[in-house]
């Protein structure tokens, strides 16, 4: 099992959720290596106590255990599998835990790649948006093999609240596109009815404070629909990150032959947003979708 005293932990990424989970690791004791394409975005980490890497390879001569948590399936193929990624730099032993929601495909390859050079890899997506990142409550889905898991458990402890083996290399990423299958109709629904509430004169926080906590709650009601009535639509999760997830998730729904029709309703309505320069905003702000011409 993985501690403070023999994890050299390297974090890849440092973004709305990435800076908050290295974070936990850093309070926690663990020695931290970090890298991002940006810097900048590090400076929080590296003036807490983290120390730079100038690539993935220098991260993988300098950790035995490495975590990213990057934008799309692309990045975390170029960061593990190039040429001068960390499998081939990497040292034999070294635990690699991707938490990007990436596909299942790409967690399999991954996996056995790294098993050839002695490494053991886990994926591991997370949900709960920013909150769940600052306040170390994400829920943590993993798949690999099960004794790695157990290895690196204690540092899933640290930056979640709800961590659960879901099975072998993909399993994760599989969990994860049920989890946002789940998430985008749900959010139509969340925002169809603070849309209503404002529109037939209703106190949205009123409404709000009563459904809440009836049959229709849900994480989406309780942590974005206060964002949507105060008009704050910065990201605890970009909409183009979604809309990256929604696309996976669609295609891997194609490969087992199920239809999706809430998917891909949510993600054609995400689509319009994101053509109307809003793919930099939270998922909330599906909102001003009925305050647009489109509707």
């Known amino acids: 099992m993985l501690n403070k005293d023999n994890a050299s932990i390297g974090f890849i990424g440092a973004g709305v959720m990435g800076r908050s989970m290295a974070g936990h690791l850093l309070k926690a004791g663990f020695k931290l290596t970090v890298y991002t394409r940006t810097k ?29 948590i990057v934008g799309y399936p692309d990045d975390v193929e170029a960061i593990y599998l190039g040429e001068d990624g960390i499998i081939n730099s990497g040292k034999k032993g070294t635990y690699l835990i991707d938490m990007t929601t990436s596909t299942p495909t790409l967690a399999q390859k991954i996996s056995a790649s790294a098993e050839k050079r002695g490494m053991h890899a886990i994926d591991a997506p997370v949900s709960g948006g920013d909150i769940g990142a600052k306040e170390a409550r994400l829920s943590i889905m993993a798949g690999g093999k099960e004794e790695d898991f157990e290895a690196v458990k204690t540092l899933f402890d640290i930056m979640g609240s709800n961590i659960v083996y879901q099975g072998p290399a993909g399993s994760g990423q599989h969990t994860k596109m049920c989890n946002q299958i789940a998430i985008a109709s749900n959010m139509i629904g969340v925002t169809e009815a603070m849309v209503y509430a404002k529109k037939s004169g209703l106190n949205p926080d009123k409404v709000l404070q009563t459904i809440s906590s009836g049959a229709a709650a849900s994480w989406s009601l309780s942590n974005l629909a206060p964002r949507m009535i105060k008009g704050d639509f910065e990201p605890g999760f970009y909409i183009k990150h979604f809309l990256k997830d929604m696309a996976i998730a669609l295609e891997e729904a194609k490969e087992l032959g199920m239809e999706t029709p809430g998917l891909s309703l949510a993600k054609s309505l995400y689509e319009q947003l994101a053509e109307a320069g809003e793919e930099q905003s939270g998922t909330q702000a599906l909102y001003k979708y009925w305050e647009s011409d489109r509707v």
Not at 41 to 68: C, E, M
């Open 40 to 68: 900048e975005k590090a400076r929080y980490l590296l003036d807490t106590g983290a120390s730079w890497a100038d690539s993935p390879k220098d991260l993988a001569l300098k950790a035995n255990v490495i975590i990213s």
